[in-house]
Nanobody, 116 residues
């Protein structure tokens, strides 16, 4: 079955960096577009970044452009999100997401907290 497992979250000071990972299994990872979403307390889940199957095309929410970088290693079935210059408003649970045969799959999420 499809499994997505996020890791790498934590507490960081404003201006700091974190790298999130999403380990995928149960499907042919290299054949699917992958996404990072986030959900802050009291807010709707929002798209942060997406990456094409081969990793050559990426897209970002305006709020993270120039600070976050999405990447993937298809040999390791893993997607990453490098987050730099973190701001308090980046505080959220970050989720890994993909769609397969019309069905959405989500990881359990990893908490990112940005605070001094």
């Amino acid at each position: 079955q499809v499994q997505l497992v996020e890791s790498g979250g934590g507490l960081v000071q404003p201006g700091g960096s974190l790298r999130l990972s999403c380990a995928a299994s149960g499907f042919t990872f290299s054949s699917y577009v992958m996404y990072w979403y986030r959900q802050a307390p009291g807010k709707e889940r929002e798209l942060v970044a997406g990456i094409s199957e081969g990793g050559y095309n990426t897209d970002y929410a305006d709020s993270v452009k120039g600070r976050f970088a999405i990447s993937r290693d298809n040999a390791k079935n893993t997607m990453y999100l490098q987050m730099n210059s973190l701001k308090p408003e980046d505080t959220a649970v970050y989720y890994c997401h993909t769609k397969r045969a019309g069905t959405s799959f989500w990881g359990q999420g990893t908490q990112v907290s940005v605070s001094s």
